[in-house]
């Protein structure tokens, strides 16, 4: 069993900030790669970034290269996603999700958080 709390979120103004961070438990942390998606109201939940076990190993989706940057402190058990120059689109509750077998829509992950509600306001 995995357990995944997201934190972070909250309203923010476009082209601003925001950090997530996904606190995991009850398995190694360092053992599993790990998804962020999120899902936007009257939408289906999205891909956003993936990280490798060892951090090695980045990928994003289109929408969101180049302003989002996904990292892990595999000594704190915890997943970062640093979101800037934040835009009305990126608004979104945003989950963390681990054994993806399918990363597209509708992704197909064996565990997830809670989620984090994230508005960014125009």
């Known amino acids: 069993q995995v357990q995944l709390v997201e934190s972070g979120g909250g309203l923010v103004q476009v082209g601003g900030s925001l950090r997530l961070s996904c606190a995991a438990s009850?398995?190694?942390?360092?053992?599993?790669?790990i998804f962020w998606f999120r899902q936007a109201p009257g939408k289906e939940r999205e891909f956003v970034s993936f990280?490798?076990?060892?951090?090695?190993?980045?990928n994003y989706a289109g929408p969101v290269k180049g302003r989002f940057t996904i990292s892990r402190d595999n000594a704190k058990n915890t997943l970062y996603l640093q979101m800037n120059s934040l835009k009305p689109e990126d608004t979104a509750v945003y989950y963390c999700?681990?054994?993806?077998?399918?990363?597209?829509?509708?992704?197909?992950?064996?565990?997830w958080g809670q989620g984090t509600q994230v508005t960014v306001s125009s």
């Open positions: 999700a681990t054994d993806c077998t399918q990363w597209g829509t509708p992704p197909l992950c064996d565990y």
């Open positions: 990280i490798s076990e060892n951090g090695g190993t980045t």
């Open positions: 009850g398995r190694t942390f360092s053992e599993n790669a």
